[in-house]
């Protein structure tokens, strides 16, 4: 049926399109021949083909645009009074004998644009009495298009300011009412268009509304070119008339494209000049009209003129227009109960983007639209619809862009409050927003009260929210969430101790109910931020009179302490036993002899009772030998604890290579240069020695089981260390050790050239390169090195 329809409709239309064709032909010959009677004739018989009521609005557009061509042809004709003889004022009588009454009208307004061009009547006059003799025709097609013709050719003829047809008793209000009159019909038209035919093609008579929209929004546009508008007219005139016009036509399309139009065609400076009148009208609208998106389009008008230039700023504040628009929506909201939670939402962000635009200091006033928004949100526990939720991240992401600095947003006492409404994947992506903002912006948190708002905007991050466990996270997103707190941890900074030590408490309090999974993530940059602190407390060991917890070194690693203790109950003894050798570091920097010591011990239970896998025992005895060979605080008894204890562990490693590297690396902590107490050459060589055995073994071991003998990396790594302490001049390293080692390897490369590795060969011939070099160099070390023979 539909498509037997638009058959029927194309053939009318090629019919009408025909109709039109065969009358302007005859229509050019009287033209050509200057032929008014005959001009007449076939123009209106032309033009009667307007008259049909078949056509949909796209299809009559297309009849009424042919007709409009041939009408200009005939406007050309009637200008030119020596081709038909006859004066405009006879004319304009003539035209009026036509037998149809659309035909009739069409003439007249054409003849009316000459007449009112001719001067020889005073335009208002001609145009008022067009604009009544249009109300002849009712149907609301013809009639639209026909008002649509007298607009167009009339609207370079009105009586404007600075017009030629200006002057005498023709003004501007007279333009006005003009415009204003058309518009008021065109929309009578266009409202009644939805009574046409029976009710249940309602749908199509909408969209048919929709397409002709247009035609009755170009007469405000019209008003809004008219020069001689200027805002008292709009304010007195104008926009009352237009609203009432709104108002009482009670159509939601009608009302609410009207509104649009409005707010689109007239300057803004207008609109915050009028805001209590505009403002007014729109509770007076249908329930149904979608005034959400209206006024969200008229606030985002008046926030780009507010950012525009800084010298209208002072108009929106005189017109109180954040006061008046708060007012304004919080009526909306309230009478239309049915709107939608993302409307209501959506109108809050578009409030709040023309606050921070035109108030960027008052942050009372974004406050209270966030407050608006969590009164609204009250009877939500989460918002779940996907669009609010959008709606409810951008309300909370525009702060962050305007000020640049999430300090200012952390002031604002709703803006964790309107957070609490999202869900908690959302809630995450928010607290990674802002974040973000921090790092991008270099921001710096430096009280203990703001860092407590903030952890609390970012919970989500650092602990289980509602029965949500981590293990349902992706790992890779987890992962980026627990690194972004890690760094934000870093941007916690105050210059006082006693503030920054408050700091720190209160990111503890906050990290550790994360989780076995996000402690190892947060608590290594909370132990470093610590350090950070000790190091600059260095050489205070006082108390601080009136402090519950003061900032001195010993506080601060008890603190510690307790906090990497955290991380052994995960379980997680790796991490833990780097962060107690850092610890331990420190306070030897801190001249703290007996917090050293627990710190290494803690490190040792750790090894001994938690590091079970051989290649993580490996990594963390040389951590612990490269700790304690830094440390200088210790006195003999405990340093040589320590040491034993170190190379007790060393040699005790599952794999005979792994043994005989820790046992060599020990050596060094019984020779430091920096410290005359510690030079024990007897006990380096001892290690060496031990180191040499363990080398030789593993040699063996090789040798039995894989029927060779194993490379001889081994050997040329402890016969660097000899050369390393013998160019220190430990006496226990004498030229006869370091020779005999070097023909052992020479030997063994020998005796096994056909296993023989690359890079074991090459390291060899390297050392071996050293020492010819040192032996050239001559002075002192060429001496020393002058027995070795290579």
């Known amino acids: 049926m539909i498509l037997d329809g638009i058959g029927d409709e194309e053939k009318w239309l090629a019919e009408g399109?025909?109709?039109?064709?065969?009358?302007?032909?005859?229509?050019?010959?009287?033209?050509?021949?200057?032929n008014l009677r005959d001009a007449l004739k076939y123009s209106a018989q032309m033009l009667s083909e307007l008259r049909t009521s078949r056509l949909s609005p796209h299809k009559y557009y297309e009849l009424y645009m042919r007709a409009f061509d041939e009408l200009r042809k005939l406007e050309m004709f009637f200008k030119d009074e020596s081709r038909h003889g006859v004066s405009i004022i006879d004319l304009y009588e003539l035209v009026q004998h036509a037998g149809n009454i659309l035909p009739r009208l069409y003439l007249l307004c054409t003849v009316?644009?000459?007449?009112?061009?001719?001067?020889?009547?005073?335009?208002?006059?001609?145009?008022?009495?067009?604009?009544?003799?249009?109300?002849?025709?009712?149907?609301?097609?013809?009639?639209?298009f026909l008002r649509s013709y007298l607009s167009q050719v009339s609207r370079d003829k009105l009586p404007d300011l600075g017009s030629e047809y200006e002057g005498g008793s023709d003004t501007v209000t007279d333009a006005v009412d003009f415009v204003l009159q058309n518009f008021t019909e065109m929309?009578?038209?266009?409202?009644?268009?939805q009574y046409q035919g029976p009710g249940r093609a309602r749908e199509k008579h909408e969209k048919e509304r929709s397409e002709l929209r247009d035609l009755v929004g170009?007469?405000?546009?019209?008003?809004?070119?008219?020069?001689?508008?200027?805002?008292?007219?709009?304010?007195?005139?104008?926009l009352p008339r237009v609203l009432e016009q709104v108002i009482n036509c009670k159509d939601e399309l009608a009302q609410y494209y009207l509104m649009d139009c409005l707010i689109q065609v007239f300057p803004d400076e207008y609109h915050l000049q009028t805001l209590e009148t505009l403002l007014g009208a729109c509770p007076q609208l249908q329930p149904t009209v979608d005034i959400k998106t209206v006024l969200s389009q008229l606030m985002d008008r008046l926030s780009n003129y507010a950012a525009s230039s800084a010298d209208v700023l002072p108009e929106f504040l005189q017109v109180e227009a954040f006061t008046k628009l708060s007012s304004a929506i919080g009526r909306v909201i309230e009478t239309q109960v049915d709107m939608p939670i993302v409307g209501a939402i959506s109108l809050y962000v578009s409030l709040l983007t023309f606050t921070l635009r035109v108030h960027p200091d008052r942050l009372d006033y974004v406050d209270q639209v966030l407050g608006a928004c969590v009164k609204k949100l009250s009877g939500n526990t989460k918002v779940e619809d996907k669009k609010a939720i959008k709606q409810v991240v951008a309300l909370l992401s525009a702060p962050l862009e305007k000020y640049n600095d999430i300090v200012t947003a952390l002031t604002l006492s709703n803006y964790p409050r309107v957070m609490d409404h999202l869900d908690n994947g959302t809630n995450k992506v928010m607290a990674m927003v802002i974040i973000q903002s921090i790092m991008k912006n270099d921001s710096c948190i430096s009280t203990a009260d703001k860092v407590e708002v903030l952890f609390e905007l970012i919970k989500g991050l650092i602990k289980d929210v509602d029965g949500t466990s981590d293990d349902e996270l992706d790992e890779e997103d987890f992962n980026d969430e627990q690194n972004s707190v890690a760094r934000l941890i870093h941007m916690l900074y105050n210059d006082d101790p006693e503030e920054m030590l408050k700091i720190i408490c209160m990111v503890k309090k906050h990290i550790m109910s994360g989780g076995p999974k996000r402690l190892p993530f947060t608590v290594p940059p909370l132990v470093f931020s610590a350090l950070g602190l000790v190091r600059r407390l260095q050489g205070q060991d006082g108390e601080v009179v009136g402090e519950d917890m003061p900032a001195t070194p010993k506080t601060i690693f008890q603190f510690l302490n307790q906090t990497v203790e955290a991380l052994t109950s995960i379980p997680s003894p790796e991490l833990a036993l780097r962060l107690y050798l850092h610890c331990?570091?420190?306070a030897n920097d801190c001249d703290l002899e007996p917090v050293a010591y627990e710190f290494f011990t803690q490190a040792f239970v750790l090894y001994e009772e938690e590091i079970a896998d051989s290649k993580a025992q490996v990594t963390a005895i040389h951590l612990i030998i490269g700790a304690l060979q830094r440390m200088n605080v210790f006195g003999t008894e405990n340093r040589d604890t320590l040491t034993h204890k170190a190379t007790g562990y060393s040699a005790k490693l599952l794999k005979k290579p792994d043994q005989c590297r820790a046992v060599y690396a020990c050596s060094h902590l019984f020779w430091v240069d920096d410290q005359d107490g510690v030079k024990d050459g007897e006990r380096v060589l001892l290690c060496l020695k031990r180191a040499l055995r363990i080398a030789n073994a593993a040699q063996q071991m090789a040798n039995v089981t894989r029927g060779s003998s194993g490379p001889v990396t081994l050997f040329v790594e402890i016969l660097n260390k000899?050369?390393?302490?013998?160019?220190?001049?430990?006496p226990q390293i004498t030229s006869a050790a370091i020779q005999g080692l070097v023909e052992l390897i020479t030997t063994e490369l020998q005796s096994d050239s056909t296993d023989v590795k690359p890079a074991s060969d090459a390291f060899f011939t390297s050392t071996l390169r050293y020492i010819q070099f040192q032996k050239q160099k001559g002075?002192?070390?060429g001496e020393k090195y002058a027995t070795i023979k290579v």
């Open 17 to 34: 399109i025909a109709g039109i064709q065969h009358h302007a032909f005859y229509m050019h010959r009287a033209l050509d021949a200057n």
């Open 112 to 144: 009316g644009s000459v007449y009112i061009k001719s001067k020889e009547a005073p335009a208002k006059d001609v145009l008022k009495d067009l604009v009544e003799m249009c109300r002849a025709v009712q149907h609301p097609i013809r009639g639209l």
């Open 187 to 193: 929309n009578k038209l266009w409202v009644r268009m």
């Open 218 to 238: 170009k007469n405000l546009h019209v008003l809004s070119q008219i020069e001689g508008v200027e805002l008292q007219m709009y304010k007195d005139t104008v």
């Open 584 to 586: 331990a570091e420190a």
């Open 722 to 730: 000899y050369l390393y302490f013998f160019e220190k001049g430990n």
């Open 779 to 781: 002075g002192a070390m």
